[in-house]
């Protein structure tokens, strides 16, 4: 019953934007890269080892076996935003339930709420280097992109945000990640958050707040995420993927309350419902197992390998490549010799070393931004003996690719 | 650590067509009637007292067991398309694994597939009467929607299709549900399903073909969907929401395999993945049960929720009532004497007899769109005695609002 009337070369004509996006360079060797036998420090994964996969199988079948409406469409669920107040009071946010939208991961967080700040052509305001998700979410849009630099030791740089804005600018909304920022993996200071989310207010617009590594610290007591200085103009959007796991596809955003109902009406368009049952057997799980417990055991592994790629580096990396000990998150950023090209250096370190990593150009929202020379390195997804391994074989790549630039 | 700064009155702006959008008096009414004591045919849900959830538990446990990966962000399933290949096949669809592409379900595949070929303030052809969650769909698009009608009788009026193409119009996509039209719940005729294929491959036009209600047949052998009668410009959008469980958030698109590097990229930026855990979970189900023999009990159980419905209406309605048995889905279109206001006796119906409907007009798309004595009523999430007292309920609705009007 196929069709076999006319020659089909043609193709459905596509929306505007997508004209334009093509599948970049990168893609296809990361792509090239998921062979087993690569030692992969690209994406942002967690340790699939330290998912809790027996108490999450006992979650499910209990769920499962209380109510048949654990698989039906159904209200976001209370218990479940609830436990989410608690874990944002230990992240030192006071919010309620009320203020709690459940989303189908961070992504989706990020998604919606562009879908109801933003208009086609509109104007956000960003860092020149940023998380390429986020990218992606904004795309579509085709925005007029306000950047502004952000310093590997300080993060977001605020004046520049507020001579912007004194300016005049009064984009949709400002994107910023307070903590552990992807890929820089700097955290801002107490004093620049405070003011971020004073210009907020004064100037009246939203900051999306990308928290998705939040949890994932390993200094001392943090300092907390920007939505603990205003409740009105600081949109949060936080994750379970980094601490259960990302296929169960659960994060959620606190918002203000008066938003929910045209937020609602942005996430029932989308997707109707965030899957019923991942959130309850969520929920089922924070009730009966010790959360905390198993955020400190993951801390202490990521620390762990976090250290490992840390002493690996010192003792294999050229003199001159620089980095900073990331405090929060699951990425080291690099600074390798100016000389050296990280986006060519990684066909070399894949086909003859078998090891990836991100060249950090590829964060770069315009051409003023420069990072031809940087990397982002991962360190959630190894163990410490493979990346120590991994470490060796991208000291090689790093090595050959100078003497070949020689 | 909230804010005490300055009074907060004000709010975030939002984009331009969330501003045009209103809670409608129908939402309203329809949450004050989510009360345990009204008898609901309101909303499409399915029946969850038939979902097979000790056999998902099963399932589920068996991934969870078996593969850390199965909480982990990852490619597609391609157990899962395998299977939906097959099931494709039982629809009478011939297709490969490569033109599978999964989602968080069939609102999800409109979505990504409008986002993909709709630019803002593009055409969109569609009826004047459909499914309100497609409404929603193109709302933020703020389209130039081309309107045809649809007969009760016999679903959208091709000939007019082809009219306004023939005029020249080249819109982004047709919207078509070919089985069990949502709300008017016809099915297209054999002829009227190779015409609107046709005209779909002369004039290069994409069918959007929602085919959410598919495997829920209570007649013979069925017709197959559009998407039999052409493989390049039917998109097809299938869900196990009303088959396994929406509250798994899992259906597929097929359409041509050169479109799936552009969709992906779509679905990365909305949510990254769907669920791999509900993915595997269903593969592990469809691996391990007969999923058919669930299919064949569903239809069975809900042909006679269905017939229960049709005998209270003939018991129960006033004699001008006019309906038809619908072979497809889960609702019947009901046409009232036409002096009858559905959505004005729907709030008699709510208060004082406890039942609740979609009145017709929540359809339209259009003033020039006429529902206003029709109805909508749902009889899959009802047993067969609720389904009874309820169209008692209702027939008294009727009868008490007539003798109001006269």
Redesign the interface.
Known sequence: ???T??P?T?????????GA?K?SELQKMLSAASSPDIISFA?G??A??F?P??A??RA??AV??SD???????PPSQLLKRQIVDLMTQR?V?CHEGQIFLT??A??GM?LLA??????G?QVLAEEMIYT?FQ??I??YQPNLLTIRADPETGMDVSAVESILERGARP??IYAMSDGHNPLTVSLSLGNRKRL??LA?KY???IMEDDAYGFLYYGAACV?PLR??????VFYIGSF?KT??????SGWIVL?E??I??LS??K???????????QRTIAAFLEAEDFNQHLVRLRREYKMRRDAMLCSMRDHFPPQARWRVPDTGVFIWVELPSEVDAAAMLSVAIEKERVAFIPGQAFCVNENCRATNCMRLNFSNSSPELIEEGIKRLARAIGSYENESN
């Open positions: 019953m196929s069709n009337l006319a089909l043609a193709e459905a004509p596509l929306a505007n934007w997508v996006v599948r994406l994964l967690p699939p080892e998912f996969r027996e999450l199988s499910a079948a499962l076996a048949a409406r654990s698989l039906q469409y159904g030192g006071k189908s991961g992504q989706q998604n879908r109801l700040l933003l208009d086609t509109g998700g992606q979410v795309e579509p949709a909304f989310a004073e207010r009246h617009i939203p907390p603990a200085f205003d409740d009105q103009w993927s259960l796991g990302p296929g169960l596809r203000p008066s938003l109902p045209k009406i942005v029932e368009a989308s997707d109707i419902d965030t899957t019923t049952f991942a």
